[in-house]
């Protein structure tokens, strides 16, 4: 027995979705539409069964359906978790993601830039703090965290509201003189306002802070030596500490354990990110919870919307807080207050 | 002024490391040669900065230069370990890297499949414990941990003597009395291994054991309920457990310090993985390492290489023991025996 089905076309989705042809042609390349118009195209397809096909799109609109990911190493967390929810945002739009993770490699950073530029992919989603990468000003590029030129969109978490919430957190939790751990790039990026961010919170809660600011390169005991410099009578002076990544968090909450002091009952710790050490499992501290799968989404959008008139330079996405053991928990502050 | 140099060819690089023109084309390719001779191409290489032209071998070859990357998803650590060295092993070679990592959707995970089978790939490195993935045998695919036919090579740890390698460390570090546990999928995978091992490594140290099984899906509160079962005035009968990952003795471990139990005081903890929280810091438990770097050029080489008469059905790579915390330092062992 043969089945004798005629493949589906775009004009039968259409017609079966009751909308132009240009609506799924939209629908199906990932350019926003009316949710309700979005909500028959698709209903329409599964109901069709109606297969895009990448590659015959290719040939006509000379697309490659392709877009590269350049990011450091997809062994720490953070760039693990947006790999993946990038990965997910592309696959649902029928696009390929080619993956460059080479610890900053400039070589293969600037091999895929060219490929963006010679059409040889549709475009460039990357997290990179390579200060040699050339990218010229109409490549289509999404950077993520740190700006690339005036002309490339930037996606980032609201970096300075998160700093700021970290402060308000820790005077609400019954904090009073805090410090802010910071270590990093000393390149410009988004993820240096938690600092500013940070002082606003304590500035407009009327908390003391100290800072200490190291840069990458920078040996991790200059931290232990300021925490020890903080501890008179076995009691250290802070009472609140934010640490401006998870990772660093971790390494701080190791830190203070041997300096014999416990967390969250001598000192509360909020890192930032929200790292989990298993899918699924409870967050590594208490932390400021970056959106990572609205940023996957926003950058694949913003690099797929090729009728946007002017992209916008910069785009923060909200961050919330979420307990992680590192600090004291609502019950337990209820119950100290009353 | 202009620059006059010619662009080394393959044969300039031939001449200059004193070696045949298939040598360097060896090289390039990925191809094993003799040690001492890819060191010459690769020096030669160097000096003359010969650049490989992947679009040109490209054209003449019919390659795409271009792998796909099957794999269920990039944010569990173990996953996003084997993305990252597989990535540099490709890239190294002037392989691009195309990611599918899409928690098992079967339909994304089979477009790869047949993109493999009409050379819109060169190949597949593929982890999936997708039952439905139909593969026919002249693909050129590698699996990791499960094998996928007869024709296909699989790449894994040797999970036995990882297994073996568990029972030996509890015996050495003054176990008597140990449990296995083991969540995970139930389809055939070298991973199922690790308990046979275990097995015959209790035997062979005169360890009694018990085993407890769950298949995924199964709730986790088994294990709680198993091991509260096992207490006995505040005494687990337990003084050593071995998890099939890191992951399961870190919720493992979790559920003991809730049942009032101290790890390694009371009962000592060994998994499989070998995961760090962060890049560079300290094993999450103490663990049986899996060689991920090993494993990624395996795979590598194993479907790059073309002249390989046949190619061998199971590849198992060493482990190696690590401690973590969970287990009794050699120092303080050595303590309590002395």
Redesign the interface.
């Known amino acids: 027995m043969k089945s004798e089905h005629s493949v589906p076309t775009m004009k039968d989705v259409a017609k079966e979705a009751g909308v132009a042809l240009g609506t799924v042609s939209k629908v199906v390349n990932g350019i926003p539409v009316g949710e309700s118009y979005r909500l028959r195209v698709e209903e329409a397809i599964k109901k069709l069964n109606y297969q895009v096909n990448s590659?015959a799109q290719g040939l006509k609109a000379s697309k490659t359906y392709?877009v590269a990911?350049l990011i450091p190493?997809?062994?720490?967390?953070f760039f693990?978790?947006l790999?993946?929810h990038i990965?997910?945002a592309l696959?649902r739009r029928k696009y390929?993601?080619?993956?460059?993770?080479?610890d900053f490699?400039s070589d293969?950073e600037q091999e895929y830039v060219t490929m963006a530029q010679q059409n040889k992919v549709d475009g460039i989603i990357g997290l990179t703090y390579n200060p040699h990468l050339q990218i010229e000003e109409n490549t289509p590029f999404v950077a993520i965290d740190r700006s690339m030129g005036t002309k490339i969109p930037c996606v980032a978490s609201d970096n300075f509201a998160g700093g700021q919430l970290a402060a308000e957190k820790l005077a609400d939790l019954g904090c009073t003189n805090v410090a802010f751990l910071r270590i990093g790039s000393s390149l410009d990026n988004e993820p240096n306002k938690r600092k500013a961010g940070f002082e606003n919170g304590c500035l407009s809660r009327g908390l003391s802070y100290e800072m200490k600011i190291l840069n990458d390169g920078d040996a991790y005991e200059e931290f232990e030596s300021f925490l020890s410099e903080h501890i008179q009578d076995g009691k250290l002076s802070f009472d609140g500490i934010f640490c401006v990544t998870?990772?660093l968090a971790?390494?701080i909450i190791k830190t203070l354990r041997k300096l014999n002091l416990r967390v969250p009952e001598d000192v509360q710790v909020i890192g930032f990110d929200g790292?989990r050490?298993?899918?699924g499992?409870e967050y590594?501290c208490s932390t400021i919870v970056q959106p990572v799968p609205e940023i996957a989404e926003m950058c694949v959008n913003l690099l797929l919307q090729e009728n946007l008139s002017s992209k916008p330079p910069l785009v923060c996405l909200p961050v919330t807080y979420a307990y992680g053991g590192t600090t004291r928990e609502p019950d337990s502050l209820f119950i100290r207050i009353s």
Chains 1, 2 share one sequence.
């Open positions: 590659y392709t990911l190493n997809t062994e720490e967390p693990a978790s790999v993946y990965n997910l696959l390929r993601m080619l993956l460059c993770s080479t490699d293969q998870d990772r971790y390494l790292i050490p298993f899918q499992t590594i």
